[in-house]
């Protein structure tokens, strides 16, 4: 067959296509982790967090498929097991725990975090080690979805921080706040 001739060596792509399968896993694991709270929370948010964790099981599935065709499209296989992404994801699973609404969006959030963290890295990684601008700037749109659904979490766990005025701690101050 053909080789790919597209400006990166054999050694740039292996290296870039592992990055892709470290963020092809964790996205796994995050899709599963989402959906598993989608079923379970329980409280005066249900709704909301229902449908919330429901677009965030669509945007991440999306963007599973586009990190593994990306691996095609390098040449490359994509991770196709369970094990092989628990293997390869830096996300841990936490079976049978099953908090309050509070403590899964808290959970989540440090995913997300994680995974925003991992990703920068491999930003940095494919443009500086593997000459990869094309997957850099891949990356960089779904580091960007994260760092989005990051905060609509937190947001949820920053209205809970209410204090006994029902003013937000940051507010609390007598000093006129202008937002
Ligand atoms: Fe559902």
């Known amino acids: 067959m053909r080789s790919i ?9 292996a290296g870039v296509i592992d990055l892709l399968n470290h963020d092809l896993a964790d996205s796994y694991l995050l899709v599963v982790k989402t959906k598993k709270f989608h079923w ?12 919330l964790w429901d677009d965030h099981y669509e945007a991440i599935s999306a963007n599973i ?58 930003i940095d990684g494919c443009s500086e080690d593997f000459h990869d601008q094309g997957t850099a700037d891949f990356l960089t749109g779904i580091m960007e979805q994260h760092e989005e659904m990051a905060w609509m979490l937190r947001s949820f766990i920053e209205g809970e921080a209410l204090n006994a005025n029902g003013a937000r701690p940051e507010f609390s101050s007598k000093e006129p706040v202008t937002v």
């Open 65 to 122: 498929d586009a990190i593994a065709e990306r691996i095609r499209a390098l040449g490359g296989y994509p991770i196709g097991t369970m094990k092989g992404f628990l293997d390869y994801a830096s996300l841990a699973e936490h079976p049978g725990n099953i908090p309050m609404a509070t403590g899964m969006v808290s959970a989540l959030v440090e995913d997300h975090e994680q995974i925003v963290r991992n990703l920068r890295e491999h």
């Open 40 to 51: 379970d929370v329980v409280g005066p948010q249900f709704i909301s967090l229902h449908k």
């Open 5 to 13: 001739n597209i400006g990166l060596t054999d050694e740039q792509r």
